[in-house]
């Protein structure tokens, strides 16, 4: 007698059931109800905007633009950046769904007023942060409209290539060719997007640098440079020239480079800073911290 199950096309029951072990990768953190899973406070530090995130390109947006505030010199902009470990479940403690009521990072708590202002979902971030700050968001109709509707883009499209191209590709517990070609093919589509813009203007929103890039770049920048889930040969990414040459230009601003690493917990030790509460933990290294012994030693 053959085995057939595993060819038995899916046929979807009368009434969907949750069947938590059919969650691949993250079945331990996925679950078809909100709400928080247990009792917990965030922490709080001294600055006045509390990040509380993880470094992934969702993350590094909101750190990127912090850094940028920083470095124009806007000392509003100081933040403490909290670790949100997502795959223990962090978003989940009643702090957290307190700031952010959909469990996902980033989250900012903006305590420089009267009474704490939450925000979340990193396109909202961004755009707070550029009003409150007056910068990297153009204030003029015409080029604030275009600036606004790349960062939109980005919100509406990032899940086709993470959620879709990501998860079926890098992810999910079988390869399905249906999927994967669904979301390749609207993954290079949106990269055609950004190249033909980008063959017309140095950065996304035109001649200056605003929040589109910063929203932009940490996922399709990453994706070009063929450092998102190992696809760089199988989408061809360098045939985006033009995204690849802007990619490569944000990715030298000193300010980008600190805001990559806040909150980061892979790759190399020293482009890791698992927490920011002050400017010079950049100097420190995660490294030096874990392994005090390769630390520089201390000026006297
Ligand atoms: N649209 C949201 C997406 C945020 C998001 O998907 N965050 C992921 C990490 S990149 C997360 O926190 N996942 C945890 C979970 O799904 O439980 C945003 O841009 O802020």
Same mark, same amino acid.
């Not at 085995?3 to 009368?14: F, K, L, S």
């Not at 949106?190 to 640098?209: H, S």
């Not at 890791?272 to 490294?287: I, N, P, S, Y």
């Given at each position: 007698?053959?085995?057939?199950?595993?060819?038995?096309?899916?046929?979807?029951?009368?009434?969907?059931?949750?069947?938590?072990?059919?969650?691949?990768?993250?079945?331990?953190?996925?679950?078809?109800?909100?709400?928080?899973?247990?009792?917990?406070?965030?922490?709080?530090?001294?600055?006045?905007?509390?990040?509380?995130?993880? $470094?992934?390109?969702?993350?590094?947006?909101?750190?990127?633009?912090?850094?940028?505030?920083?470095?124009?010199?806007?000392? $509003?902009?100081?933040?403490?950046?909290?670790?949100?470990?997502?795959?223990?479940?962090?978003?989940?403690?009643?702090?957290?769904?307190?700031?952010?009521?959909?469990?996902?990072?980033?989250?900012?708590?903006?305590?420089?007023?009267?009474?704490?202002?939450?925000?979340?979902?990193? $396109?909202?971030?961004?755009?707070?942060?550029?009003?409150?700050?007056?910068?990297?968001?153009?204030?003029?109709?015409?080029?604030?409209?275009?600036?606004?509707?790349?960062?939109?883009?980005?919100?509406?499209?990032?899940?086709?290539?993470?959620?879709?191209?990501?998860?079926?590709?890098?992810?999910?517990?079988?390869?399905?060719?249906?999927?994967?070609?669904?979301?390749?093919?609207?993954?290079?589509?949106?990269?055609?997007?950004?190249?033909?813009?980008?063959?017309?203007?140095?950065?996304?929103?035109?001649?200056?640098?605003?929040?589109?890039?910063?929203?932009?770049?940490?996922?399709?920048?990453?994706?070009?440079?063929?450092?998102?889930?190992?696809?760089?040969?199988?989408?061809?990414?360098?045939?985006?020239?033009?995204?690849?040459?802007?990619?490569?230009?944000?990715?030298?601003?000193?300010?980008?480079?600190?805001?990559?690493?806040?909150?980061?917990?892979?790759?190399?030790?020293?482009?890791?800073?698992?927490?920011?509460?002050?400017?010079?933990?950049?100097?420190?290294?995660?490294?030096?911290?874990?392994?005090?012994?390769?630390?520089?030693?201390?000026?006297?």
């Amino acid at each position: 007698m053959t085995d057939n199950h595993a060819h038995t096309p899916y046929v979807p029951p009368e009434v969907w059931t949750w069947d938590q072990a059919s969650g691949g990768r993250f079945a331990s953190i996925n679950r078809p109800v909100a709400g928080a899973t247990h009792d917990k406070d965030l922490p709080r530090g001294t600055h006045p905007l509390q990040l509380y995130s993880l $470094g992934t390109p969702n993350g590094v947006k909101v750190t990127i633009m912090l850094e940028e505030l920083l470095a124009q010199g806007h000392s $509003g902009a100081e933040y403490d950046a909290w670790l949100i470990r997502i795959l223990e479940g962090d978003q989940f403690s009643s702090g957290f769904v307190g700031v952010n009521p959909n469990s996902k990072i980033p989250a900012l708590l903006d305590c420089s007023g009267p009474a704490p202002v939450r925000v979340f979902e990193s $396109g909202a971030i961004l755009m707070y942060l550029a009003e409150k700050f007056g910068a990297f968001l153009p204030t003029e109709a015409a080029p604030r409209a275009e600036c606004l509707s790349w960062l939109f883009w980005q919100m509406g499209s990032a899940p086709y290539l993470g959620g879709g191209f990501g998860h079926f590709y890098a992810y999910a517990p079988t390869k399905i060719e249906y999927a994967i070609n669904r979301f390749a093919m609207e993954v290079k589509r949106q990269l055609d997007v950004l190249d033909r813009r980008l063959a017309d203007t140095p950065f996304i929103a035109g001649d200056t640098y605003t929040v589109a890039d910063m929203a932009i770049w940490p996922w399709y920048g990453a994706m070009v440079k063929g450092q998102t889930y190992g696809a760089g040969e199988f989408l061809q990414v360098e045939a985006y020239t033009h995204v690849i040459r802007w990619a490569d230009a944000v990715g030298e601003r000193p300010a980008v480079q600190r805001g990559r690493m806040v909150n980061r917990v892979v790759g190399p030790l020293e482009q890791q800073l698992h927490e920011r509460h002050d400017a010079g933990d950049f100097d420190t290294r995660t490294e030096d911290k874990l392994n005090p012994a390769s630390a520089p030693p201390a000026p006297t």
